[in-house]
């Protein structure tokens, strides 16, 4: 006798419920929880504003610019100034005009990469730096109760770090002079998001 | 025939998804006992594993008699931290972690040139301070010292693997791919002291 196919399609349910069934595990109650969300979590943190994309992503291409050391020294000198910024911001030390802050991040160093300006090494680690606190701090004072704090802090500075390599990455192209054409109206693209942003802050 | 023995595969079906189990509370086992946990205890613990490979990474980039030094004395002070905090009923608290973090990576962010007495205090210190803590959370009943062993030896396997790839590291670039992993730690511990410092905490 040939099966029907109700018998074939309940003959395959039941299968796929005995190998979930044989594959199901005990629950670890209170084993870490939220650990992958916090990671995770972290990661995306940077990534969810643009006017914090754009200035990270610009200090990567003006890293390349310079070349080196500065390309390395400016995404060293971000993330730890950054995380400065943040821990203040999770002290919960205020710091005034933190939007102002970020958006004139934006404009000051678009206009850099536009302008390829080249000022000593301390003065571009220094503007860096001191835009980086901004960042910081609003990313401190966002960060969401509840997570792990570890993991949470993990996922952020990898993805500030991703952005800065995605900018050198990027930057890269400025050894041909078409690519430092491109480079040039990156800059120019970013410094009027920053306007923009800037304009909205005052706004 | 054919229903019957389907009737059956279900009953046993429900019958295995219904088995109790027991409840793991707290604890993060392998089940395969004691050592093993031990040895996966850095996948899960990510508090120890930074920390170790930054000092891993510190020793590669001062060298080959750094690495070397720190490959014994690491798990031997992990070990004997680790047997202090079996032994010590004072609990210190996990947040001294974050020190861990924001010397070593510092240190490395920095490429400091340190002398070989200086790598191998930061190592004992370094051991001291996180063995002891594991011991503490190691007590039985918990994996105890089958534990302990297990994490010295997944120890010495990190060191080895982690600071014999920096040691052979040439390119000037390279180097300065590990600075920039050092600065990514010293900022995670900036971090972890802002979330530890948070009102309310």
New interface residues.
């Given amino acids: 006798m040939t099966p029907s196919i109700s018998g074939r399609r309940a003959a395959a349910g039941l299968v796929a419920f005995l190998a979930m069934a044989a594959i199901a595990q005990p629950a670890l109650a209170h084993v870490e929880p939220g650990q992958a969300g916090g990671f995770l979590n972290g990661l995306r943190h940077p990534v969810s504003g643009l006017d914090h994309v754009v200035a990270m992503v610009a200090v990567g291409l003006w890293g390349a610019q310079l070349g080196a050391p500065a390309m390395w020294l400016l995404p060293i000198t971000f993330p730890m100034v950054m995380a400065l910024g943040g821990m203040l911001g999770l002290m919960g030390v205020p710091l005034p005009g933190v939007e102002i802050g970020i958006a004139l991040s934006a404009l000051m160093l678009g206009v850099m990469v536009l302008a390829e300006a080249r000022p000593p090494l301390a003065v571009a680690a220094i503007l860096v730096g001191f835009f980086a606190i901004f960042h910081g701090h609003a990313h401190g004072t966002e960060l969401p109760p509840g997570e792990n704090g570890l993991l949470y802090s993990a996922g952020f500075v990898t993805a500030t770090g991703l952005l800065h390599a995605a900018g050198i990455a990027i930057g890269l192209i400025h050894r041909w002079r078409s690519g430092r054409r491109l480079l040039r109206a990156a800059g120019a693209a970013i410094a009027m998001a920053g306007a923009v942003y800037l304009w909205r802050a005052f706004a | 025939m054919?229903r019957r023995a389907?009737r059956m595969?279900?009953w046993?079906?429900?019958a295995?998804?219904l088995s109790p189990?027991?409840?793991?509370?707290?604890?993060?086992t392998t089940g395969l006992g004691p050592v093993y946990d031990g040895i996966s205890h850095f996948i899960?613990t990510?508090?120890d594993l930074?920390p170790v490979l930054a000092l891993a990474l510190l020793a590669g980039l001062r060298g080959a008699p750094h690495a070397r030094a720190s490959l014994i004395i690491l798990p031997a002070a992990w070990l004997a931290g680790g047997l202090a905090g079996l032994v010590i009923s004072h609990r210190l608290s996990p947040a001294w972690t974050t020190a861990s973090f924001l010397v070593l990576g510092g240190l490395v962010?920095a490429d400091a040139r340190l002398n070989r007495p200086a790598t191998i205090a930061l190592t004992v210190a370094l051991g001291l301070l996180h063995g002891m803590l594991n011991g503490q959370a190691m007590a039985p009943p918990g994996p105890g010292l089958a534990g302990l062993v297990g994490v010295a030896g997944m120890l010495f396997a990190l060191v080895a693997l982690a600071s014999a790839l920096v040691v052979s590291l040439r390119a000037p670039?390279a180097r300065?791919v590990v600075?920039?992993a050092g600065?990514?730690i010293?900022?995670?511990?900036?971090?972890?002291?802002?979330?530890?410092?948070?009102?309310g905490m």
Avoid at chain 2, 21 to 28: G, Q
Avoid at chain 2, 186 to 191: K, Y
């Fill in positions: 054919r389907l595969a279900l046993v079906g429900v295995i998804a189990s027991a409840v793991e509370a707290h604890l993060v899960l990510p508090a930074i962010a670039w300065v600075r920039v600065s990514w010293a900022a995670i511990g900036l971090l972890l002291l802002g979330w530890s410092l948070r009102p």
